[in-house]
């Protein structure tokens, strides 16, 4: 099972003071009193959250009322997720996946000035990741080829792969990470995702950690000097 967190950094705006209501009804940004400190004293506040994502999708549905299936060519889903904001860095980490966060930055970017909230992804050195990435390494990266939006090599030897390595067409790294004593297979990408596709070390579970995946999200972050 992949485990993953989003991360972007505010770029104008301020987090709410208070619940924040997305237009026609889409969702929410709701400032809670928790709060939560990693290992490195790196501090967070809490926001709850919901989106409605409109999916283009058929399906068929039981309507209770009416004792009877509706077929609909559309339908909304929600997401319930948290963000974790570190003033000092202007940091947000979000516990849901990059589709989600970027649709829901979307709004926010739109709103009124007073509620606008925009953010920007960090700026990925890839020469510099090459060199902490141990082993097993995967590239994604964009392709010009005719019919081909993207293309994926993998390989111990991928980052010597002429094709592969054009710096401005990559989107995502995959390879192995010492984090907190344990080797993980992590996947860094240009929009902020960050993916650990083996277990989570065991260290950040035997500290009785809310949320061990925010701790890794931070640990992969100092380790790629993306946070100081």
């Known amino acids: 099972m992949v485990n993953a967190n989003s991360v ?9 003071t208070k619940k924040l209501e997305l237009p026609n009804s889409l969702g929410y940004i709701k400032p809670t009193k928790k709060t939560i400190s990693t290992e490195d004293h790196t501090n967070f506040q809490i926001f709850d959250c919901l989106f409605a994502k409109d999916k283009n999708h058929p399906i068929r549905y039981y309507d209770e ?72 390494r995967t590239i994604r990266f964009k392709s010009s080829d005719q019919g081909v939006n993207s293309k994926t090599f993998s390989g ?3 980052t010597i792969n002429q094709e592969a390595i054009k710096r401005d067409n990559v989107t995502s790294i995959i390879g192995v990470l010492d984090v907190k004593g344990q080797a ?7 929009t902020g ?11 950040l579970f ?3 950690i809310d949320y061990p995946l925010l701790e890794f999200t931070v640990e992969v972050l100092k380790s790629l000097n993306l946070i100081n």
């Open 8 to 16: 972007k950094f505010l770029k104008k705006g301020n987090m709410p």
């Open 65 to 136: 009322t009416n004792g009877e299936y509706i077929d609909l060519d559309r339908y909304q889903r929600k997401f319930d997720f948290h963000i974790f904001y570190n003033p000092s860095r202007n940091m947000l980490i979000l516990d849901t996946n990059a589709t989600i966060v970027k649709s829901f930055f979307k709004i926010l970017k739109n709103l009124e000035e007073d509620q606008r909230i925009e953010v920007k992804t960090y700026k990925l050195d890839y020469e510099f990741i090459d060199q902490i990435f141990k082993t097993a």
């Open 156 to 158: 111990n030897e991928v």
């Open 184 to 190: 993980c297979t992590v996947s860094i990408s240009k």
């Open 193 to 203: 995702s960050i993916a650990c596709y083996s277990s989570l070390p065991k260290a």
């Open 206 to 208: 035997n500290t009785g």
